[in-house]
Every structure is written in structure tokens, then in C-alpha cells.
């Protein structure tokens, strides 16, 4: 049925995908490799080549991080953090994201411009003085202070807007006619219809505050109120924890950012790439 | 507020009267008149408490000494600055930040590209790229300096270990000036580029495949399409990538604080890690704000360009 040259082109293709698959796995390395060792007991973690059989993989890495520290609350700590700020990211992001969308108001751009334009600058350049508007609040060593500095967030405002904008201004108008308050349009029309882009600005900052390390570094001093990522890299910093432990704790503290991700991982890439791309 | 606006927005306010119907995307200037402050009031609070106000509040505390322990400061005018310009450490900060993102930069606009259009010709790399090259950008930068720590560690890190094993010398990765920036640049540059990969993917993707129909029936090379077709295509992409990978390298701090914690030596230490030893580690905030101060400059640019990119894209 193939000719020659066809079968030829198909082996091509082949030998291509295979040169392909192989860029993507060395690509994945790093993260596999720590993978790997956290499964080898402390005697093996060395050895060169590495153990990849599953009958020689143990637990105890994992035994360990448990006793470095009270790893449960500290799970706990960084999901209360990351839920919490991601629903204020969202109900503000939208809130935000209806009014530069649908309404025709004075000083819309300028707002619009200042929130982008000053939500661009990180807030790692403003951590000194940041951190003493927390110390006046009294946020200092609370989780609330790592819950609410960085729920603003541009990518949130914008890809509201974004999505928001492309719903018909039919369907407002017929609620208005309706009588249906602003409010009410928005929670009852604005709300449901832009799901995808909550669903998208949600799980974006579920992600990134599950993974934030520099408010907790600075805001909490308190054991009892450090998150994984705050504990974690604590262990990292002192050197005399062995490293089977700690890439342990590494596996457990990516372990729901990956989940989230792969569940939702289409979700994710059309959320943050259309509101990067083309917005 | 609401009663001045009602007064001047003539019959159409209340909202059961009939709305005149337009095709504008935004809705006219009689209706709606508070709601959309309203609105606005979370993000422009949050934005006005934890960036507006410590904007200001920083500048004017980098024209202050103060003391953390006592708890009183004294105007010093531009002290902090002048001490700063004669700070040998805040100036290989300086030197540290521009050839990090001299080099971070450029590295993820060409790895991206590259890889993209590798990957592209094949169906299941690419659908196995859309989660693998995403994954690193989704780790925290806790969980990637402790991955690459362990990669590089000296002697017992896997990398050292395969160059022991090839019977080659092994390399001082977090120890050498040298190494230790290289091993900065290349945890940076695998955490970001698969994000920006998939970026260059999807711009890829709206590429008009009749446009390399048309250049293979003319007798094009594959180089000479990815040099006339793609690449001018993919300009608004690769602006992008430009710009969002800037702000990365700007912000770039918590991987490399915990890989090399700025050393050997100060030779990683940027000007954001520089700051913050001055402000907690040394409790002399004031110094610490005025290096932020300088940084500004920088930062607004680089949110300048952002923000005309946006414009030309049509989306402000």
C-alpha cells in the first residue's frame, strides 16, 4: 500500500517525534530527578547511576519530613493563604473587571491605566515599606498579612476585562429594562457568564500563593504561622537537614500546585495564554 | 455624589425606564453613574494601601536614618543616595542585575523560539510539551532552588556525580564566581522558558499555513521561511515574550536567595536581595528603600513598555 518514499517519510516523522519526546523529558529533569531521590533511603541517595527500580524505593524520606516540624499546620497554614486570597482575587479582579468593561465612566482609562501600570510594579521593590503599613495594621506575623498585600493582582483585572468585554451588552441591556440593579446584573449575569476567566484567574492565584515565599519570609517570624514553602525553604537554608528530607518535603509541598495543574490544565493554559497572547 | 450626577443624567437615570439601546461596547454616559466606583473600591483600595502609599511612604523614608530598635528616624536629605554611591556592595548589586537579565533575557527569547518551532512539526511532543514545559512554571521558587541545589550540589549532586562517573573533574557550581552565575542563569532560564515556549506555540499556531504553501511552491528553504514568514509573524509574540520575561528577571530573587543566597561573594546577589539584607538583615531600612528608589527608574521603564505594548495590541 506505501510506496517506498512514503514509509520513508513516515520513519522521518518518527525518528522526529521521538528527537521531540526526547527535548520534553530532558527538559523535565530536574523535577523528575529530585522525584527519584526522594524515594531512595539516605544510604543510596548518592550512588551514580541511580536507582530507577520501584522494589528499591522506600518511604522514609518522607517519615522524615514529618519530623522536622508541624508539617500539617503548615499545609494548613498555606491553604487557608491561598484560598482566602484567591477568592478575594477573584471577587475584586471581577468586580474590578465589569466596570472597565461595561461602563463609560470619568477617568475609566486613567484608572484603568494606574491599576495596570502600578500593579506591574512587583511587590519585591516594595517589601521595606510594605511590610511597615503591615506592622501599623498589626498584620505582622499573622496570616492575614500574607492573605491580602498581593490579592491585587494585574493578570486577575485584566483578563476580567478581557472576558468580560466579549459578553454581548444585549443581555445587560435586558436585564436593565428588567430592573435589575448593577449589582444584581453582576452577580446574577456577569458572575455565571465569565466562569472560565474566574475559573482561570482562580486557580492562577490559587497557584501563586500556594508558592509564595517572599511574604511569608518576611511577614512571619512565628513557627506556628509558617506555610510549607516558608518551612521548607527554612530546612534548605540551614544545611543540616539531609537531602533525601528535604526533597521529600520538595515532592509534598508541589504536590496540590501540580495536581491543580494537571486537572485543570487546559483551563490554565487557555486562561493565561489568551490573556497574555492576545488579551 | 450620586444626586449631582443624577441632576446632570437627564431621564434615562432611574433604572426601570427604557434604556436606549447602542451597539458601543460600553455603555453611555447617562446611566450607570456610581456603580462603577463602586467596583472599582477593592482593587483601587488594595492597590492604594499596599503599592500607592508605600510608594510614597518609601521615598520619603529613603531621605531618612532610621532606627528600627529605638523607634524614632531623622531626616538625613539625600544621605542614604550619597552613602549608596559609594557602597562597592550596592554597586556589584548593580553589575549583578544587568548581566543577569543581559543575559536571562535573550536566553528564554531564543530558547523559546527554537524549541517552539522544534516542537511544533510534532503532534505528540507538542501535546506532551503543553504540560511538561508548563510544569517548572508552575513550581514555586522554593521547590526549584532545592531541585537545582540538589542538581548542582558539589561532588554529591547528580551532575557532579555524572561527571565522576564519565571519569571527568568535577565543577564547583555554587562555589565558583563563574559557575555559581551560570548555575543562577540556567535555573532561571529552565524555571521561565517552557511558559514563554508555549507562548511562541500558540502565535505559532495562528501563523496562516497558506503563507508557507505559497513559499514551498516558490522554492523557499525551511530557513528562509522560518527567516521571512515566521519570524516577522511572530513579532507581536516575541515582544511580548521580551517584555514579560524582563519583569521576571527584575523580580528575580527568592530562587537565587536560596541557591547561592547571593554568593560567592556577593557575585549573585542582586540589587533586590542587596536591599533586603539592608532592611532586615541590617535593620536599616531607610538605606534599603533608597536602593529601591534607584531601582524605580528601571522598574517604570520596563512598566512603560509593557504598558505600549498593550496599547499597540489594541487592548488598553
Known amino acids: 500500500m506505501n510506496t517506498g518514499k512514503e514509509i520513508r517519510i513516515e520513519f522521518g516523522k518518527v525518528v522526529y517525534d521521538i528527537c521531540a519526546l526526547a527535548v520534553c523529558l530532558i527538559f523535565l529533569i530536574p523535577v523528575v530527578w529530585a522525584f527519584f531521590s526522594a524515594f531512595q533511603p539516605p544510604s543510596r541517595l548518592f550512588a551514580f547511576p541511580p536507582n530507577f527500580d520501584p522494589r528499591g524505593f522506600s518511604l522514609v524520606n518522607f517519615q522524615a519530613v514529618f519530623r522536622t516540624g508541624d508539617v500539617p499546620r503548615y499545609a494548613m497554614n498555606s491553604l487557608i493563604v491561598a484560598t482566602t486570597s484567591s477568592l478575594i482575587t477573584i471577587i475584586a479582579s471581577s468586580m474590578a473587571g465589569f466596570a472597565l468593561a461595561k461602563y463609560r465612566f470619568l477617568g475609566r482609562q486613567l484608572i484603568f491605566l494606574v491599576i495596570i501600570s502600578v500593579l506591574l510594579i512587583p511587590l519585591q521593590v516594595l517589601m521595606v515599606p510594605v511590610f511597615l503599613v503591615l506592622k501599623t495594621l498589626g498584620w505582622i506575623n499573622s496570616l492575614i498579612g500574607i492573605i491580602i498585600p498581593p490579592a491585587a493582582t494585574a493578570t486577575g483585572t485584566f483578563m476580567m476585562r478581557q472576558y468580560i468585554i466579549g459578553i454581548p451588552d444585549e443581555l445587560l441591556e435586558a436585564a436593565r429594562i428588567d430592573g435589575a440593579s448593577d449589582w444584581k446584573i453582576y452577580w446574577h449575569i456577569i458572575l455565571p457568564l465569565s466562569a472560565p476567566a474566574l475559573g482561570a484567574v482562580g486557580i492562577l492565584s490559587f497557584t501563586w500563593r500556594w508558592n509564595d515565599y517572599l511574604w511569608p519570609l518576611i511577614v512571619i517570624g512565628d513557627q506556628k504561622n509558617f506555610t510549607l514553602q516558608l518551612s521548607l525553604a527554612n530546612l534548605v537554608g540551614t544545611n543540616t537537614v539531609e537531602w533525601g528530607t528535604l526533597l521529600a518535603y520538595a515532592g509534598l509541598a508541589m504536590l496540590p500546585v501540580l495536581v491543580v495543574f494537571l486537572c485543570f490544565q487546559r483551563y490554565f493554559l487557555k486562561g493565561s495564554l489568551s490573556g497574555g497572547v492576545k488579551g | ?316
Open chain 2, 1 to 316: 455624589m450620586v444626586s449631582s450626577d443624577s441632576s446632570a443624567s437627564g431621564p434615562d437615570l432611574t433604572p426601570q425606564s427604557p434604556v436606549r439601546l447602542r451597539r458601543s461596547s460600553t455603555r453611555s454616559q447617562s446611566e450607570f453613574q456610581w456603580a462603577p466606583y463602586l467596583f472599582l473600591v477593592p482593587t483601587v483600595g488594595l492597590l492604594f494601601l499596599f503599592s500607592l502609599y508605600p510608594m510614597g511612604y518609601g521615598v520619603w523614608m529613603s531621605l531618612q536614618n532610621v532606627d528600627v530598635v529605638r523607634g524614632t528616624s531623622r531626616f538625613i536629605g539625600l544621605g542614604n543616595y550619597l552613602q549608596l554611591f559609594q557602597d562597592a556592595q550596592f554597586g556589584l548589586s548593580v553589575f549583578n542585575t544587568a548581566w543577569y537579565t543581559l543575559t536571562v533575557v535573550p536566553l528564554i527569547v531564543a530558547g523559546s523560539i527554537a524549541i517552539a518551532v522544534f516542537l511544533r512539526e510534532s503532534r505528540p511532543a507538542r501535546l506532551l510539551a503543553r504540560v511538561g514545559f508548563y510544569i517548572p512554571f508552575v513550581l514555586s521558587p522554593v521547590v526549584v532552588a532545592t531541585s537545582w541545589k540538589w542538581l548542582l550540589n558539589e561532588d554529591l549532586g547528580v551532575i557532579d556525580g555524572f561527571l565522576k562517573w564519565a571519569g571527568m573533574s568535577t565543577i564547583p557550581w555554587l562555589s565558583a564566581d563563574f559557575y555559581a552565575r551560570a548555575s543562577v542563569v540556567l535555573a532561571s532560564v529552565w524555571n521561565l522558558v517552557g511558559f514563554y515556549m508555549l507562548m511562541v506555540l500558540a502565535g505559532l499556531s495562528q501563523i496562516s499555513q497558506e503563507l508557507y504553501e505559497a513559499a514551498r511552491i516558490e522554492g523557499a528553504a525551511k530557513w528562509q521561511q522560518f527567516w521571512h514568514i515566521t519570524l516577522p509573524m511572530l513579532r507581536p509574540t516575541i515582544l511580548l515574550v521580551v517584555i514579560l520575561a524582563l519583569v521576571h528577571a527584575t523580580q528575580a530573587f527568592e530562587t537565587i536567595l536560596l541557591l547561592t543566597d547571593g554568593g560567592p561573594g556577593g557575585a549573585t546577589r542582586l540589587v533586590v536581595q542587596n536591599m533586603y539584607q539592608a532592611a532586615f538583615g541590617r535593620l536599616q531600612p531607610g538605606y534599603g528603600v533608597a536602593q529601591a528608589v534607584v531601582l524605580m527608574p528601571v522598574i517604570l521603564f520596563v512598566a512603560w513598555l509593557q504598558m505600549r505594548l498593550f496599547k499597540q495590541e489594541g487592548i488598553l
